[in-house]
């Protein structure tokens, strides 16, 4: 059977053009549904923006599919949202696959909490191309030259707003980090090795958690970089085997 995968993208760009290499390694061999984020569905974020929003939202998007259970794949912001997914609703879910979360729900350990603080306070009162310059700076490991720019696209002038929305609804998102230890399911974890160290220590606190988990580390990969340095060969066919998998774990259970 073919997979069936859902994809959240991150806080900058839209799930067809992060997920456009993964789908092109794939080569029809999975199913890939794109899920936008609802932060970016107007002008402007929801005022009542939430992670329970994105959480339903990703649900109704799953239910219209006619996907009781399937797999899903999330990327930096869309990362956090897939963990709240699995979290809350690991029924639905065949598998887990996360690159660089934004952040891990839950209490932070004082590592997390520092880093969350450092780039609140950096990207205070900033606007535009330097909220978005700054934004992209601090994620880097140091001595890592941030990418240039990218040129202007439709929806760009919304990713500021929407970025700061979304860290806020993180940080207020209430989640007990014990619930991991309840899903069943596989989970695949990656990151580069150019980003900022606190990605490692987001993998580590999510490997203590899950309880069936894999790790990938990739050479001269940082959390920005096209997206078919991350989406490459390799990774697909890594997600290739954690739906291989699910869904032998789910056949198991019939």
């Given at each position: 059977m073919?997979?069936?995968?859902?994809c959240?993208?991150?806080?900058?760009?839209?799930?067809a053009?992060?997920?456009g290499?993964?789908?092109?390694?794939?080569d029809?061999?999975?199913?890939?549904h794109?899920?936008?984020?609802?932060?970016?569905?107007g002008?402007s974020?929801p005022?009542?923006y939430?992670?329970?929003m994105?959480i339903?939202?990703?649900e109704?998007f799953?239910?219209?599919?006619g996907?009781?259970?399937?797999?899903?794949?999330?990327y930096?912001?869309?990362?956090?949202?897939a963990?709240a997914?699995?979290?809350?609703?690991?029924?639905?879910?065949l598998?887990?696959?996360?690159?660089?979360?934004?952040?891990?729900?839950g209490?932070?350990?004082p590592?997390?909490q520092?880093?969350?603080?450092?780039?609140?306070?950096?990207?205070?009162?900033?606007?535009?191309?330097?909220?978005?310059?700054?934004?992209v700076?601090?994620?880097?490991k140091?001595g890592?030259?941030?990418?240039?720019?990218?040129?202007?696209?439709p929806g760009?002038?919304?990713?500021?707003a929407?970025?700061?929305?979304?860290?806020?609804?993180?940080?207020?998102?209430?989640?007990?980090?014990d619930?991991?230890r309840?899903?069943?399911?596989p989970?695949?974890?990656g990151y580069?090795?150019?980003?900022?160290e606190?990605?490692?220590?987001k993998?580590?606190?999510?490997?203590s958690?899950?309880?069936d988990?894999?790790?990938?580390?990739?050479a001269?990969?940082?959390h920005?970089?096209?997206?078919?340095r991350?989406?490459?060969?390799?990774h697909?066919?890594?997600?290739?085997?954690l739906?291989?998998?699910?869904?032998a774990?789910?056949?198991a259970?019939?």
């Open positions: 073919t997979p069936q995968v859902i959240i993208p991150g806080s900058v760009a839209p799930a053009q992060r997920y290499p993964l789908k092109a390694n794939l029809g061999r999975a199913e890939l794109m899920k936008d984020l609802e932060v970016y569905r002008d974020p005022p009542d939430s992670v329970d994105e339903e939202a990703l109704r799953a239910d219209a599919l996907l009781n259970r399937f797999n899903l794949v999330g930096s912001g869309g990362g956090f949202i963990l997914f699995a979290g809350i609703r690991p029924e639905r879910l598998s887990l696959a996360v690159f660089e979360p934004a952040m891990v729900p209490s932070m350990t590592e997390e520092a880093m969350a603080d450092a780039l609140s306070t950096q990207l205070d009162g900033l606007h535009g191309a330097q909220f978005m310059s700054a934004f700076r601090l994620q880097l140091a890592v030259q941030p990418p240039p720019p990218p040129p202007p696209a760009m002038e919304k990713r500021p929407g970025i700061a929305a979304m860290m806020r609804a993180f940080l207020a998102f209430p989640f007990d980090r619930r991991f309840e899903c069943g399911f989970v695949y974890l580069g090795d150019l980003t900022d606190i990605e490692a220590a993998v580590a606190i999510l490997a958690l899950f309880a988990v894999r790790i990938q580390r990739f001269e990969v940082h920005f970089v096209p997206p078919e991350i989406y490459s060969p390799a697909a066919r890594a997600l290739e085997e739906w291989a998998r699910g869904s774990s789910e056949l259970l019939q």
